[in-house]
């Protein structure tokens, strides 16, 4: 499989000495949505600020379609216009007076003319569906809009790769619902998108890919139902196997589906497997 | 400064063009300054005309005037008396002194209030940026304006959290208290700070914050309007 973005033996420690990155690997596959899971604090913001040359390793490597990404000043600039990152907290990102023109910033640091930003914006607003809060200030939207917001002024770069912080983290059902049907646009469109979670249910229903996060390491990478089927590996992480999961398997031990058949990943998936019995 | 950005950012004239706006307010302000104070008075209605006219709510406009009102009417009070050889007592004149210079003093206050309750000041700096403001001068200016609000929310949080607690009840926990949150809030703006340089230097952030701002250009026919009213109000005025 195509490697758009992989990590290689990357070591990191915060200035207080704190480890938080031991020898780590990861390869992202192009096109595809990576999940990489782990608990609170163990480091998966660190991990990818890594991605998009924000934070510099003390040790490995971070390949770009295959080429080593090196940290200086036009290097970074080349790595930043194709590795997008949305921070988790959508007031770390939002700075100017409207959602138009906060969204503007990215676009017209790729040396964009004004008149291609500004197309470029109206893009971005339109497909997350936002068009309506342009001229709105950013300090006195709802944290669902400036999370779209801070999303968008990502978006209107158009990154090969979208680096999301626990994109869901904050929203209602409604509204992490309504972010990821955008996302999944955006991926159709030709993305690769990458998102840290500690929310298991969410990497089972959403993610082509799981990386398990673990002490500074990747302690499992592959597909969901192999990763996430490890109960031992999850919990050294703290973590639980998904439900869904968890009553996929049962139901087929109990012979309710078949071996071949697809095991349920969302809540009409489920109901569909209780309807067949 | 927080609650004139709330009217600025929903009054009916938010998005007319500031040239049009700045030239009324600022035209109003120097007729208050250089008209006789019964041409104040006008001044003061033509500008309370306007402000209610781009849909300030009275009661909130009151209470933007209220705290200038405090220093004027202090600084009025002092024109009554007057200290003589025979130690003081009320002045002659005193009271016609005093009207006069609060009528004044209020048109001016009202005139220059128009333009901040109906411009939030971050269009303000972009308008002084065409008139040859630096970049750096004014991207400082806005980043701050932006900043205001986040420092404010996060003080409104710290300040919620330390009265669920009971931090603030009796003055010596008052006081604690606000030192506390107000020693908290400078490492917290400064992580903020480092954490917004992450996120535009995601987005390939080089050292200048630019953006399209939106352009609304005047219209000369209006620009016109405004000022023969300036005119007749200024004609009227010296005549009254």
Not at chain 1, 103 to 108: R, T, Y
Not at chain 1, 181 to 203: I, N, P, R, S, Y
Not at chain 2, 196 to 223: H, Y
């Amino acid at each position: 499989m195509a490697m758009i973005l992989e990590a290689k033996g990357l070591s990191y420690a915060y200035p207080g000495g704190v480890t938080a990155l031991s020898g780590l690997d990861l390869g992202v596959q192009r096109g595809k949505r990576l999940a990489i899971l782990g608990p609170n604090g163990a480091g998966k913001t660190t991990l990818l600020q890594h991605l998009n040359g924000t934070l510099k390793p003390s040790a490995g490597t971070v390949h770009l379609d295959g080429t080593i990404m090196g940290h200086g000043r036009t290097e970074l600039a080349a790595w930043r216009r194709r590795v997008g990152l949305v921070l988790q907290e959508p007031d770390d990102q939002l700075f100017a007076p409207t959602v138009f023109e906060d969204v503007s910033f990215g676009p017209l640091n790729l040396g964009l003319s004004e008149a291609e930003a500004r197309q470029r914006v109206i893009e971005a607003l339109n497909s997350l569906r936002i068009a309506d809060l342009a001229e709105r200030p950013t300090h006195m939207l709802s944290f669902g809009q400036k999370k779209r917001a801070a999303i968008a002024g990502a978006v209107a770069m158009r990154p090969d790769v979208l680096l999301l912080d626990e994109p869901t983290a904050g929203l209602d059902q409604f509204g992490a619902v309504h972010l990821l049907a955008v996302l999944e646009k955006l991926q159709a469109g030709g993305a690769t998108l990458v998102f840290t979670t500690h929310d298991v249910d969410l990497a089972w229903a959403w993610a082509d890919d799981i990386a398990l996060f673990d002490a500074g390491q990747v302690a499992r990478q592959g597909r969901p139902e192999e990763v996430l089927a490890d109960a031992e590996a999850l919990s050294r992480a703290r973590l639980k196997p998904p439900f869904l999961l968890e009553l996929g398997l049962k139901a087929r031990q109990r012979g309710w589906l078949g071996a071949d058949q697809p095991l349920p990943r969302n809540r009409s998936d489920a109901m569909a497997l209780l309807d067949g019995i | 400064m927080i609650a004139c950005d709330r009217l600025a950012h929903t009054s009916r004239w938010r998005t007319r063009p500031l040239a049009e706006k700045a030239l009324l307010s600022l035209g109003l302000l120097a007729l208050a300054v250089t008209l006789p104070p019964a041409g104040g008075a006008l001044v003061l209605g033509v500008a309370l005309t306007a402000a209610l006219a781009a849909g300030t709510p009275p009661l909130a406009l009151l209470r933007l005037i209220a705290a200038p009102m405090a220093f004027i009417l202090t600084g009025a009070l002092t024109l009554l008396v007057e200290i003589g050889a025979d130690g003081i007592h009320l002045s002659a004149t005193g009271a016609t002194q005093a009207a006069a210079l609060v009528l004044r003093a209020l048109a001016a206050v009202v005139s220059l209030l128009l333009l901040a309750v109906t411009t939030p000041a971050s269009e303000l700096v972009q308008g002084l940026r065409r008139l040859g403001l630096s970049a750096e001068v004014a991207e400082v200016a806005l980043a701050t304006y932006r900043f205001l609000f986040v420092l404010q929310d996060t003080a409104a949080a710290i300040h919620a959290t330390q009265t669920a607690r009971l931090g603030t009840t009796g003055w010596r926990r008052r006081i604690r208290s606000t030192g506390m949150l107000v020693a908290t809030l400078l490492p917290r703006a400064l992580d903020r700070a480092h954490r917004l340089e992450v996120g535009l230097a995601a987005r390939g952030f080089d050292g200048s914050l630019r953006t399209i701002s939106p352009t609304r250009p005047a219209q000369g026919r209006r620009l016109a309007l405004v000022a023969v009213l300036l005119v007749s109000v200024g004609v009227t005025g010296a005549w009254l």
